[in-house]
């Protein structure tokens, strides 16, 4: 079985450009969570959705927004880029069950230049 | 701040030795934890979780402590290999919060000496 995929690996964006990011949970994965990592830190909670409902969502701007489909894949989109949204952008999906462990993906690098 | 913290940024231990690595939490909500290994470019993988009626799990050659009265919690490898080289982060959770979000600390780097 496929794990999580994420597409593009690599992404190079310009100052105030749109992006979007897109996520393939698990076979059977209903949640799906967004995370942003910088470079030499721990990934932050960006968003999680459950059955295409938003269930959660971090201390990020308005500026990034993302939805889920009704085959429980996933897209992030972030408007107005700036420098400093630059990192790896990673997808996670579960079960949907509390307490379940969330299997991530490879990852997306996203380059602001 | 980040509630969840790792008192070692690096480590280094010769192959053969164990390793353990260490994790401070400062929200006592939560009940769910998560230890994953980040090799570089990769996203993180799982390596064990534990629950707050636990204090201790086991799995293939890794054992995770919880200490609730302290909030801590420690991820030690038996025999470590070249392979256990990795970033270590420590994530929690809070269940019953009506979603799921894991906090990350900033990560552990373990080096393997061969």
């Known amino acids: 079985d496929a794990g999580v995929t994420q597409s593009p690996t690599h992404l190079i964006k310009t100052r105030g450009q749109h992006v979007t990011l897109r996520c393939s949970p698990i076979?059977?994965?209903?949640?799906v969570s967004w995370y942003q990592q910088v470079l030499g830190q721990g990934p932050q909670f960006i968003f999680q959705?459950?059955?295409?409902?938003?269930?959660g969502r971090g201390n990020f701007p308005d500026r990034f927004s993302a939805r889920q489909f009704p085959n429980y894949s996933s897209e992030l989109n972030v408007n107005a880029l700036l420098l400093g949204d630059s990192a790896l952008y990673l997808c996670?999906?579960?079960?949907?069950?509390?307490?379940?462990?969330?299997?991530f993906g490879q990852g997306t690098r996203l380059t602001v230049v | 701040g980040e509630s969840v913290g790792l008192h070692l940024p690096t480590l280094s231990v010769q192959e053969g030795d164990n390793s353990i690595i260490n994790c401070a939490y400062s929200?006592?909500?939560?009940?769910?934890f998560i230890w994953y290994k980040q090799e570089s470019g990769k996203g993180p993988q799982f390596i064990i979780d534990i629950r707050s009626n636990m204090d201790k799990r086991q799995g293939q050659r890794v054992t995770v402590l919880l200490n609730k009265t302290v909030k801590h919690l420690s991820l030690q490898i038996a025999a470590t290999q070249p392979g256990d080289s990795a970033v270590y982060f420590c994530a929690e959770n809070i269940s019953g919060a009506g979603s799921y979000q894991l906090t990350f600390g900033k990560g552990t780097k373990l080096s393997v000496i061969p």
């Open positions: 996670a999906s579960r079960g949907g069950q509390e307490n379940t462990e969330a299997f």
């Open positions: 959705y459950y059955e295409k409902e938003e269930r």
């Open positions: 929200n006592s909500a939560s009940d769910y």
């Open positions: 076979s059977g994965h209903k949640s």
